[in-house]
């Protein structure tokens, strides 16, 4: 499987996932420029076969200070605090990060036919990634990864740069993808997961 990552409005903006021990927002630190303010999309794939679009979303707040320490918030009509945030990451009924139902991939679950593309796009505020693992687990950012193991997929090692982290306003194309089921999840958010799956073409004689 290939993910190349597309030229989009924001490129050369340096948002890095981050490990803050502030406790605050969703680990994502940013250094360099401010990029352009976009707005949430949806898609309307609902896992129907031939959809080729996941929509990477989150609500955060642009008007909360708070979101700043941790990379900002892209959004221009964004209705999430950073303080909400991060009371919908646990519950009393959970063991593990529960997070905050608005921070997901839409559709979470889709089909196409093998050999067709799909289009990745980040139409959130904050920085996410889209990272195929094995098995869905935890993610890099400790105060975001309560009571999962991280998989092994989203474990950088000496200051590595995820090819697979979108940001705002950003774009991953999937080429190549093999029949089968394909496990992705955020690497920062890891409650945000979706299965792209993989069927033989109709017409390929499978």
Not at 107 to 128: A, C, F, M, Q, W
Request: aromatic share 6%; hydrophobic share 35%; proline share 7%.
């Amino acid at each position: 499987m290939r993910q190349r990552i597309a030229t989009a409005a924001m490129v050369g903006l340096g948002i890095i996932a981050s490990c803050s021990d502030g406790g605050v927002g969703d680990g994502a630190a940013r250094q360099g420029p401010v990029a352009p303010a976009f707005d949430a999309l949806g898609s309307s794939g609902n896992g129907e076969f031939g959809n080729r679009h996941v929509s990477i979303l989150d609500d955060c707040d642009p008007s909360d200070p708070n979101w700043a320490p941790t990379g900002g918030c892209q959004l221009r009509n964004g209705d999430v605090t950073a303080a909400e945030f991060n009371v919908f990451l646990s519950s009393p009924h959970s063991a593990s990060v529960v997070g905050h139902p608005a921070w997901r991939n839409q559709p979470s679950y889709l089909k196409i036919e093998e050999g067709s593309d799909v289009r990745v796009t980040n139409d959130g505020g904050r920085l996410h990634t889209f990272t195929e693992v094995a098995q869905f687990g935890g993610g890099r950012v400790p105060p975001l990864n309560m009571g999962l193991t991280p998989a092994p997929e989203c474990l950088l090692s000496g200051g590595a740069i995820d090819p697979t982290q979108v940001f705002p306003g950003g774009r991953l194309r999937l080429e190549d993808l093999a029949e089968g089921n394909h496990r992705f999840q955020c690497c920062i958010h890891p409650w945000m997961r979706a299965l792209i799956k993989v069927q033989a073409d109709a017409h390929g004689g499978h």
